[in-house]
């Protein structure tokens, strides 16, 4: 984890992008079997989860950890959606993405935007790093800090805010408000609003028909779990130790895609309950190519493994404690290293 891909060639990484072009193509019995092999497991969990409430509590939870994934792949089609790969039609593409942000708690519309931002600027050292990404500082930036800016910084980038307290915020709080203001996010802050009441009107009507421990010690618990898959897996696939950033007038978007994002080297089931985002490499090489084509794609193009930043589980628990970046080493660091290397400078 200490260098990048042994094959780390720009010149072959810009030969990569026609080579996965062809799986861009949506499948409609594939995207079918997917809602069907998402939806009705979560519901039928979701319906006993609420049935098992007056027998065992725990029992209630632990259903809620495996409905959680459920929920993973749910949100994989809300995001294919976005990027509007899911489907072959625009109109399905909404009316599906819609349905699964209610479930989700996070906004379609705004959501997408927000992603396919991050998409157009990943690892890009410029003021607006943080949209649909996890702000990272350099060491340079981080030096120039106040004590009180760099306690903030620390808190943030902290175990618990990041990985506990930080998906509940972000699904709940975060994704309610309009915070990004750019220009042309007018439409997507109506959408926002829009979702919010829908989901007031929802969950308002699930407490009347089932009462708040429905919502309170059914679907929370799912949530919540679902929150801290999700923001760990995008954690993992974009602050591993030799990822990309770069000033805007070097930044190279298919170094940025395929160097800055990992290859999640996980089991297949858990590659089948995250939606295949653990190939993340090839999602953001193409991201108009549908979850459920990207490990054919990888299997099928072996330049693709050659490439990638593979990482494991048990590796990918060393990027908790990637803090900063370090631009004359061009991998991430943490505070540790920050203060063994720079403190006298």
């Not at 200490?2 to 799986?23: C, R, W």
């Amino acid at each position: 984890m200490g260098t990048k891909s042994p094959n780390f060639d720009p010149a072959v990484f810009h030969q990569i992008p026609a080579l996965v072009k062809p799986y861009q193509l949506p499948n409609t019995r594939k995207a079918i079997a997917q809602i069907l092999s998402s939806f009705l497991p979560f519901i039928a969990i979701w319906v006993l989860m609420y049935l098992t409430m007056g027998i065992s509590i725990w029992l209630t939870w632990g259903l809620a950890l495996v409905n959680a994934f459920f929920l993973v792949r749910i949100f994989i089609i809300q995001h294919d959606c976005g990027h509007q790969s899911f489907t072959g039609s625009r109109t399905a593409n909404d009316i599906i993405g819609q349905i699964c942000s209610f479930l989700s708690f996070i906004p379609y519309r705004y959501w997408a935007k927000s992603h396919n931002f991050h998409h157009g600027h990943n690892g890009i050292l410029w003021e607006h790093r943080d949209i649909g990404d996890i702000q990272t500082y350099t060491v340079s930036e981080y030096q120039s800090m106040s004590w009180f800016n760099r306690t903030k910084y620390k808190l943030f980038r902290s175990f618990p805010i990041l990985f506990i307290i930080g998906p509940m915020w972000y699904i709940l709080i975060n994704n309610r408000l309009p915070l990004i203001r750019l220009k042309g996010w007018e439409r997507a802050h109506r959408a926002l609003l829009l979702n919010n009441l829908y989901l007031v009107l929802i969950h308002s009507a699930i407490v009347a028909l089932l009462g708040y421990k429905a919502l309170l010690f059914v679907h929370l618990p799912i949530l919540v779990l679902f929150g801290v898959i999700a923001i760990w897996f995008f954690y993992i696939q974009h602050q591993h130790e030799t990822t990309y950033k770069q000033w805007k007038d070097r930044w190279d978007y298919v170094v940025a895609a395929i160097q800055g994002s990992t290859y999640y080297q996980l089991p297949k089931l858990f590659h089948w309950l995250t939606g295949n985002i653990g190939y993340h490499h090839i999602h953001h090489l193409n991201p108009l190519i549908p979850n459920y084509q990207l490990a054919k794609c990888h299997h099928e193009n072996p330049i693709l493994d050659r490439v990638a930043n593979k990482i494991t589980f048990v590796e990918s628990l060393r990027c908790i404690f990637h803090k900063l970046w370090d631009e004359d080493q061009q991998r991430m660091i943490s505070f540790r290293e920050f203060r063994r290397l720079y403190k006298n400078k």
